[in-house]
Nanobody
Framework: VQLVESGGGSVQPGGSLRLSCDGS????????MGWYRQIPGLERELVAT???????NSADSVKGRFTISRDNAEKMVYLQMNNLKPEDTAVYYC??????????WGQGTQVTVSS
């Protein structure tokens, strides 16, 4: 199973990025999808998740700035990140979970916010 992220990169504070995750290798419509991030030396932390019926849960630190969405037909999940801050710098991982099957992770994509 493979989740493939794209869209990371470097941006100045206040800028925007859009992350994409291709979930075509799974029965996408049954999975909770989401994004986590990890700074070296720290634990991986929740950014946002979205259920198959589009119920969203997100970290307080990103509310009002980041938006998660999914396209079940295209088997894609997105994370629109606006007003980025240096503390958002991390490796971002796509996540898929279905209690019947298990949990999958993407390989990660680096997001760097720096002036």
């Amino acid at each position: 199973v493979q989740l493939v992220e794209s869209g990371g990169g470097s941006v100045q504070p206040g800028g925007s990025l859009r992350l994409s995750c291709d979930g075509s290798g799974i029965a996408f419509r049954y999975y909770d999808m989401g994004w986590y991030r990890q700074i070296p030396g720290l634990e991986r932390e929740l950014v946002a998740t979205i259920t198959p019926n589009r119920k969203v849960n997100s970290a307080d630190s990103v509310k009002g700035r980041f938006t998660i969405s999914r396209d079940n037909a295209e088997k894609m999940v997105y994370l629109q990140m606006n007003n980025l801050k240096p503390e958002d710098t991390a490796v971002y991982y796509c996540y898929a979970k279905w209690s019947k099957i298990g949990t999958y992770w993407g390989q990660g994509t680096q997001v760097t916010v720096s002036s």
